[in-house]
């Protein structure tokens, strides 16, 4: 892993922060994960953009500049050759600029064509628009997915209506129309990516029982870019295979970041 700390390039085993930092002991940071293709960064004026969005919504401004934040990534991916592609990682807090870059881990193949299988879990993120460091819930989603057999954990509110994963957007599609919701979801760039290559999408919202009964659905992602969801809690989606509607925006959305259609 490559490892920029305030603008100097750290080993990996000596990288680290003060204890007594408010990152380290609140979370008091945000931070933004970001992606290449065809080792080019995808939409990282975008996603940079939503990372000092993030800073305003939990309240600090950093030392750290727009600007100058652009320029230690690009300085950093350079060290990032020996990749054929390559994750990124940017943490901004009030004092301190970290980015880390590795190298990216496709999804296996399996996950595009067969889909993917997600499972329900109660709650939803605290300041769901910002992109804070400080976020355990999501972590813990995540696992109870994992411990499930399961891709993502759905989170799903008080009232039982869906908003987002636990690292990802969802999207479903019914009657060969394309849904979402805008409330009280972080706002992803690979979703945003997704409705202007759709033209239009409805923002209604939807409870889980109903979601159940979708003709499609996918989540979108930075580091996968659009997965298929075939099977929710052990019930199967549609006809428990990847939708046209999903894949013919899993076409556009590969013709955009690879120049071609791959699947």
């Not at 000596?14 to 080019?40: D, M, W």
């Not at 919504?57 to 592609?85: M, N, P, Q, R």
């Not at 997704?194 to 109903?210: M, P």
């Not at 979708?214 to 298929?228: H, K, N, R, V, W």
């Amino acid at each position: 892993m490559i490892i920029s700390i305030n603008g100097k390039i750290i080993d990996e085993k000596k990288a680290y922060i003060p204890v007594t930092s408010e990152a380290y002991l609140f979370g008091y940071a945000v931070f933004e994960t970001i992606r290449t293709y065809n080792k080019k960064v995808f939409r990282l004026d975008d996603h940079l953009a939503r990372l000092y969005v993030s800073a305003d919504i939990v309240g600090f401004k950093s030392k750290w500049d727009f600007k100058k934040t652009y320029e230690e990534v690009v300085k950093t991916l350079a060290h990032s050759t020996k990749w054929k592609e390559a994750k990124i990682r940017v943490i901004l807090s009030k004092e301190d600029l970290i980015i880390m870059i590795d190298k990216l881990k496709e999804k296996p193949k399996e996950m595009y064509k067969n889909g993917v299988k997600c499972v329900s879990f109660h709650g939803k993120r605290n300041l769901p628009h910002a992109k804070k460091l400080a976020d355990c819930f999501s972590f813990v989603a995540k696992q109870y997915a994992e411990s499930c057999g399961a891709y993502e954990s759905i989170l799903v509110d008080e009232r039982t209506y869906v908003r987002e994963c636990a690292y990802a957007n969802i999207f479903w599609v019914n009657g060969g129309e394309l849904y979402s919701t805008n409330k009280e979801v972080l706002f992803g760039i690979t979703r945003e990516t997704v409705v202007e290559l759709a033209g239009i999408c409805n923002f209604e919202g939807i409870k889980f029982k109903s979601l159940l009964h979708a003709d499609e659905i996918f989540i979108t992602q930075s580091t996968s870019g659009i997965l298929p969801v075939t099977e929710i809690n052990g019930q199967k989606i549609g006809n428990s295979k990847p939708g046209p509607f999903t894949k013919s925006l899993m076409k556009k959305f590969d013709k955009l970041v690879w120049g071609k259609a791959t699947r």
